[in-house]
């Protein structure tokens, strides 16, 4: 919900000549309801939803809800504790009503007073959440409750409506009464002081015209047999996917009007912040020498900012904690760099302002985080955005920078920064634009093993992993706000994972951990027992890193959601098995050649030598966003992946030679 300033004369007077709408009331169930044990339009649910409602009233001032949901099995009893969280001093959590009914028509009333919690609290902004309980709950159960949010007499905020909810939802009603904004007497401002003229709505997986229903400001949706919110693996963002309505109100008549103007103004608030002063000039001229280039410029200044304290992976200091060192807040660029501290945004600012005053060509880019949500710009609102990222152009060629991500390699972004869409500042004036993907060759992982095995199937060895761009930079952000011991036992449990049953693994050290300038590499030692002994034979997985890998997209035929892999990525593994003494190689995983072409690609190869077998795997996958158009596709590739992956590697004990 959006939370806008509502400046009136006469409103409170007026809103008597309104009607109230009358709060939903609890309903007597049904004998069918009180039976009910499972629900053949929910096969298997854990719970549905018979009905619920949300209703906003931007005159009266406040949202309401009410749900009634049918507990199936244990798990459906999670739904009898209620989350409402809601912002102090602006809204009030008031009229919690609620009641489990038995399936012998038992009623059981909420008696117990909500606990009223504060999760976050950062300077005046604070957000709590109101729990309850309602009690006595077992399955078979109906649960029924309703609450509302009040909200200043000064105030609007028009809703967002989720339509899609964990499980079945059989009927759904949702009501907003806004305030006429064209009303004489009425004006909504938002907090640049901006008059908001416009109402306007986004739908998202709903067919627009004939869902939302208008009648004289009223706007109305009314569903049934609501399919509940997709959970499968390897989705994108649920904003993209879920159905839902935003209600907002906007300066703006079109799209266009409002991303443009919103882009100027972002242009001049990013500049103003990021105007090279004369004390960064001579910042910079320290940085850099005069006869560097402007890749060494730009490195150099890169590797300067990264240094600094980034409150974002490290901690932002209290309000107190800031005037007893005599903090002041930051206001530009030359704040950062005096404080030698700033947020992710920040230091990415000062990045710009010091590559100016090195007269690099440099420009703003801020978009979403692709790991929360993905931008829509249907949805007029520049809240949207989170993070800056850095356009420096060199020899004519522009690339996309980094310097908020903590240990970001020069020249490469987080893979929540690649394919996400915003702001980009150019020459020619900001625009709305979208970054490029995270390439494959800059995301290699290659695992080499050396495997001594034994005759009676068990092994020792070592295994290095080499890892570049994202899995790098996972591994090194998350040691910067860990110990080394647990940094040890995550990667531990992560390899764990991706070697066979029985194989022990170990983590004995990380080198470039610390430097994001050279390859992270792990060393980890390996033992245990992986083959199956028979008389003359033994049994070995013939894809080390891969005999008990999850595959993705293999149990699944069909697919309605979209597919977000993050990021492409290449994974390259060179296995060598020390046979036991007295063993030859019977058989070894065969030669595999696998595409799907410009998508992926599998090769598979076994190579006798002296005493061993070496067996090299290479998995290229070079897509991150698909729909599900494709998922036939990509289907066909993970299984034959999957198949490929589970072949063997068969030692036959050699014949003893008898004496004459």
């Not at 266009?256 to 912040?273: Q, V």
């Not at 893979?415 to 634009?433: D, E, I, Q, V, Y």
């Not at 007295?582 to 030669?591: C, K, L, M, V």
Request: aromatic share 10%; hydrophobic share 35%; charged share 25%.
């Amino acid at each position: 919900m959006r939370i806008r300033t509502l400046l009136h004369g006469v409103l409170l007077l007026l809103t008597l000549f309104f009607p109230v709408f009358a709060h939903a009331q609890f309903q007597p169930p049904t004998d069918a309801e009180l039976k009910m044990t499972s629900d053949p339009k929910a096969p298997g649910a854990a719970a549905v939803y018979l009905y619920r409602e949300e209703t906003t009233d931007d005159i009266l001032h406040f949202h309401s809800y009410y749900e009634r949901i049918k507990v199936l099995a244990e798990k459906g009893k999670e739904l009898a504790t209620i989350r409402v969280p809601y912002e102090p001093g602006q809204f009030k959590v008031t009229g919690i009503k609620g009641r489990t009914i038995h399936p012998d028509g038992t009623i059981v009333p909420l008696t117990t007073k909500p606990d009223d919690l504060m999760d976050i609290k950062n300077g005046k902004s604070q957000v709590n959440t109101m729990v309850f309980t309602l009690p006595n709950v077992e399955v078979g159960s109906i649960l029924e409750y309703r609450l509302e949010l009040r909200y200043d007499d000064n105030m609007v905020s028009s809703p967002t409506w989720h339509i899609q909810q964990p499980y079945f939802v059989h009927k759904a009603h949702y009501m907003f009464r806004a305030v006429d904004v064209n009303s004489a007497w009425r004006s909504i401002t938002n907090d640049r002081g901006q008059h908001l003229g416009q109402l306007m709505y986004a739908v998202t997986s709903l067919p627009l015209d004939s869902v939302v229903q208008n009648v004289s400001g009223r706007y109305t949706v009314d569903l049934t047999d609501i399919p509940p919110t997709p959970h499968e693996d390897w989705m994108p963002p649920l904003n993209t996917i879920n159905k839902r309505v935003e209600f907002y109100y906007t300066y703006a008549h079109t799209g266009e009007e409002f991303w443009d103007s919103e882009g100027k103004r972002w242009a001049r608030e990013t500049g103003d912040f990021t105007t090279p002063t004369s004390q960064l000039k001579k910042t910079v001229a320290v940085i850099v020498a005069p006869t560097d280039t402007d890749e060494q410029k730009a490195r150099k200044i890169y590797a300067a900012v990264l240094k600094l304290d980034n409150t974002n992976f490290s901690r932002i200091k209290s309000e107190a904690e800031r005037k007893a060192e005599k903090i002041k807040s930051i206001k530009n660029a030359e704040d950062v760099w005096k404080q030698q501290s700033g947020s992710s945004d920040e230091i990415t600012l000062l990045y710009i302002a010091l590559g100016r005053a090195a007269n690099l060509k440099v420009w703003p880019v801020e978009v979403t985080d692709r790991s929360r949500a993905l931008f829509d710009p249907r949805f007029l609102d520049s809240g949207q955005l989170d993070d800056y990222l850095v356009e420096v152009e060199i020899a004519g060629k522009s690339i996309l920078l980094d310097p908020g991500q903590k240990m970001c390699t020069f020249g490469q972004v987080h893979w929540k920064h690649g394919l996400a869409s915003g702001f980009h500042l150019a020459a020619n004036g900001p625009s709305l634009s979208t970054t490029p993907a995270v390439l494959y060759k800059t995301a290699v992982t290659k695992r080499i093993a050396d495997l001594r095995i034994n005759a009676d199937g068990s092994m020792k060895g070592t295994v290095r992993i080499a890892m570049t761009g994202p899995e790098a930079l996972h591994w090194r952000q998350l040691a910067l706000q860990n110990d080394p011991e647990e940094i040890r036992e995550r990667f531990d449990e992560h390899i764990h994972n991706e070697v066979p049953d029985g194989v022990q693994v170990e983590t004995d050290h990380f080198i470039g951990l610390d430097d994001p300038d050279v390859n992270l590499l792990a060393i980890v030692n390996v033992n245990g027992n992986m083959g199956t002994a028979t008389g003359k034979r033994l049994f070995l997985p013939g894809l080390f890193f891969e005999s008990r890998s999850k595959h993705p997209f293999v149990a699944e035929d069909k697919r309605t959601a979209p597919i977000d892999v993050q990021y492409a990525r290449a994974v390259q593994d060179d296995v060598t098995y020390h046979l036991p003494a007295g063993f030859t190689a019977e058989s070894a995983p065969q030669t595999t050649d696998i595409q799907w072409p410009d998508h992926a690609f599998l090769k598979i190869l076994s190579l006798p030598a002296d005493g061993a077998v070496k067996v090299k795997r290479l998995l290229i996958y070079n897509f991150t966003l698909l729909t599900p158009d494709n998922y036939t596709e990509l289907h066909n590739f993970y299984q034959k992946t999957a198949t490929a992956d589970q072949q063997q590697l068969v030692l036959m004990r050699s014949p003893i030679a008898k004496g004459n």
